[in-house]
C-alpha cells in the first residue's frame, strides 16, 4: 500500500503508522496506538525487574574468642539473610598468636552451621586464608521464593490495615488483633454520661446553698 495512502488509515481510525520492519522490503508497518504500546512495554519491563533475581553475597566477620552475646547478634543477622534467600560468606580473623589455634575458628565456623542449618547448607567448606578463615553458607530457600513471599506478607499486612485490623508482631511471628470500635465508642459514651450527671446537678447544689434561711431560723439555732 502507498505511504499517503496508509497514512489516510491512520487518520481515519485515529491510529499511528508505527514501522515494525524497517529492512524488509517493502518495510511492514502496523496500526496501533502507540502511546498504549508505549506503556504496556514499560509495564512488562518494570514487571520483569520486579520477578528478577540477583545473586548477592553477604559477609560477616566474627574473631574465634567472640562473646556468646555478639555471637547470638552475629548469628541473628546470618538467619535474616538466609531467609532473604541471600548467600553467606562467613569470615574468622586471626590475629597474634590466634593463628597457631586454627581448630578455634573451625570449630566456630561448625557451631554456626549447625545452629543455620534449617535455613542454610554448607556450600563451601571452611579453608584458611592467610589470617583468615572462609566459609559459604548457601539458602535452601531460593532468591524468587523469598521475594515472593515478602510480597504475600506485604500485602496481607495491606489487607489488614484496610480492614481495620491491627497487626501484632510476637514471638517472630505476624499476630493479628481486631480492634471492637463499635463497644469501644459505647464505653466512652457512657462515661461521658456518668462525668457529666453529677456536674449538671452542681449548680442547684450550689443555688440551695446561696438561698437565704428563713429569718428565724439564726434566732432559734441562737
Not at 145 to 170: C, D, I, N, S
Amino acid at each position: 500500500m502507498p505511504l499517503a495512502k496508509a497514512l489516510e488509515l491512520a487518520q481515519e481510525y485515529d491510529l499511528d503508522l508505527v514501522e515494525v520492519a524497517a529492512t524488509a522490503r517493502p518495510p511492514v508497518c502496523k496500526l496501533m496506538d502507540y502511546g498504549k504500546f508505549k506503556y504496556e512495554s514499560a509495564m512488562k519491563a518494570r514487571e520483569a525487574r520486579k520477578n528478577q533475581a540477583h545473586t548477592v553475597i553477604k559477609e560477616m566477620k566474627l574473631r574465634p574468642k567472640i562473646d556468646p552475646h555478639d555471637y547470638e547478634t552475629k548469628k541473628g543477622h546470618v538467619v535474616r539473610f538466609l531467609k532473604q534467600g541471600d548467600k553467606v560468606k562467613i569470615t574468622i580473623m586471626f590475629r597474634g598468636r590466634e593463628q597457631s589455634r586454627p581448630e578455634l575458628g573451625f570449630r566456630l565456623l561448625q557451631r554456626l552451621a549447625e545452629d543455620v542449618q534449617e535455613l542454610g547448607f554448607v556450600e563451601s567448606s571452611p579453608k584458611q586464608d592467610g589470617r583468615n578463615m572462609i566459609m559459604v553458607l548457601g539458602p535452601h530457600k531460593k532468591k524468587t521464593e523469598a521475594m515472593a513471599e515478602a510480597r504475600e506478607a506485604q500485602a496481607a499486612r495491606k489487607a489488614a490495615a484496610q480492614a481495620g485490623v491491627v497487626p501484632r508482631r510476637q514471638g517472630g511471628a505476624d499476630e493479628v488483633d481486631e480492634v471492637e470500635v463499635d463497644e469501644v465508642e459505647a464505653d466512652e459514651v457512657e462515661v461521658d454520661e456518668a462525668i457529666e450527671a453529677p456536674v449538671a446537678e452542681q449548680p442547684e447544689a450550689v443555688a440551695d446553698a446561696e438561698t437565704p434561711a428563713p429569718a428565724g431560723t439564726e434566732a432559734a439555732a441562737g
